[in-house]
T-cell receptor, first 111, second 115 residues
């Protein structure tokens, strides 16, 4: 079963704009991770944020976590056409790597 | 190899047939995971191994699905009496497993089509 819901399901922006994706989940977690997927095949890990962290940065990525609201957001700044992909949040309740994924947000960045 | 390797990349079979999907994890990674992804959905957890043993197989949908990792490296996902509903991309991932959790490294997946 899916743990999380992602919003929006699809997002289309112009190159250079910022993209924000949101994720909500249902149960307590140890950590939350964001992954990117091109062409429906392998996933690539973007960033991990632990339950005692509120914000994390990696390059053009900024992730926030609000455990009281059971939600997270991923911000991609200054988007590029190469950022076009599906983005998934995934929660890890027990710090085992057993991840529960959301439905994903499909991002299209127009050049 | 440098990454997680999965074979075959594509498999077409007929309903009722037996299928094996292979995963070769990153060398030295002790934890190995199988996920299944249907079109338009996020991956769903099937099973994970810590070393040779299945630490959690709660995601396997029924007893037609079985996975092994006999030497703590390569893993095989086995599906008996395949059904059309088994059609999906089967993803394998590995991680260092030290201390639990952390980043998962995914393979490109095996796309299974059951006719």
């Amino acid at each position: 079963s899916q743990q999380g819901e992602e919003d929006p399901q699809a997002l289309s922006i112009q190159e250079g704009e910022n993209a924000t994706m949101n994720c909500s989940y249902k149960t307590s977690i140890n950590n939350l991770q964001w992954y990117r997927q091109n062409s429906g095949r392998g996933l690539v890990h973007l960033i991990l944020i632990r339950s005692n962290e509120r914000e994390k940065h990696s390059g053009r990525l900024r992730v926030t976590l609000d455990t009281s609201k059971k939600s997270s957001s991923l911000l991609i700044t200054a988007s590029r056409a190469a950022d076009t992909a599906s983005y998934f949040c995934a929660t890890d309740r027990s710090n085992t790597g057993k991840l529960i994924f959301g439905q994903g947000t499909t991002l299209q960045v127009k050049p | 190899g440098a990454g997680v390797s999965q074979t075959p990349s594509n498999k077409v079979t007929e309903k009722g047939k037996y299928v094996e999907l292979r995963c070769d994890p990153i060398s030295g990674h002790t934890a190995l995971y199988w996920y299944r992804q249907s079109l338009g959905q996020g991956p769903e957890f099937l099973i994970y191994f810590q070393g040779t043993g299945a630490a959690d197989d709660s995601g396997l949908p029924n007893d037609r699905f079985f996975a092994v990792r006999p030497e703590g490296s390569v893993s095989t996902l086995k599906i008996q009496r395949t059904e059309r509903g088994d059609s999906a991309v089967y993803l394998c991932a590995s991680s260092t497993g030290t201390g639990g959790g952390g980043e998962l490294f995914f393979g490109e997946g095996s796309r299974l089509t059951v006719l």
